[in-house]
């Protein structure tokens, strides 16, 4: 069975769409079979990878809203070997507003989502910045949650709020739920706020902190605009390589064995 992995923080603007779209890409890259699930009206993702939102036919919100298979919506990156792509559309902001008469409306995505397990090493959910319905799901979903925080002065604003959310849906929803690990993001050296936020966070989440730290980067801006990941921008940069380091540090946690490609290909060395 696959992880599936929600990266959620109702802050806007502390790297949700970066950490998912360049984790998921990085787990690909270490050839693991790797879903990237965009849920997110502003289908950042979905276009952080090379395709269009407008030319998207059936999205996520066909899946929760009108049953359709999620099989049926999976589209190929074309990027990286591995990585597959369930899009988002701006139809999603209706989906709260239409799913509030459905029965068991917290469990759309995960009735989507965990059939596909099976076929996947690791399903990457990129969350909305809400606490709304929409990231419930993806929540009610997941069997785990990074939680991206910025490396400024509010970073902790608001984390407890989502992470009282995080323990009402491992009490009512989903017991299985776990932090995943706190990713702290934006980091820069020079700064000493930056330096102290990191310091703050490691003092009171402590082994729930990731050892990755992922910097500000230049490679990483950019790539989003060329519709690939940062790996495939430029492999060498700071950004890619935390991300890298970031993905190999959730496998050895979850202690995740290589697919067959790789396991065939080390056995030939």
Known sequence: MGKIIAVANQKGGVGKTTTSINLAASLAALDYRTLLVDADPQANATSGVGYDPKDIQNSIYECMVDGINARDIIVPTNILPHLDLMPSHIDLV?????????????????????????????IIIDCSPSLGLITVNALTAAHSVIIPVQCEYFALEGLGKLLNTIKIIQSRLNTELEIEGILLTMYDVRLRLSNQVVEEVRMHFQQLAFDTIIPRNVKLSE????????????????GSISYLNLAREIVEKNSVEASPEETAEDERI
Do not use: T
């Not at 799913?99 to 068991?104: E, T």
């Not at 917290?106 to 989502?113: D, R, S, T, V, W």
């Not at 790539?223 to 700071?238: M, Q, R, T």
């Open 94 to 122: 209706g989906a709260e507003v239409e799913m509030i008469n459905l029965p068991n409306r917290e469990e759309k995505m995960k009735e989507a989502l965990r059939p596909l397990a099976a076929e996947y090493d690791f």
């Open 223 to 238: 790539s989003p605009s060329f519709g690939i990941p940062v790996i495939l921008h430029d492999a060498e940069s700071k």
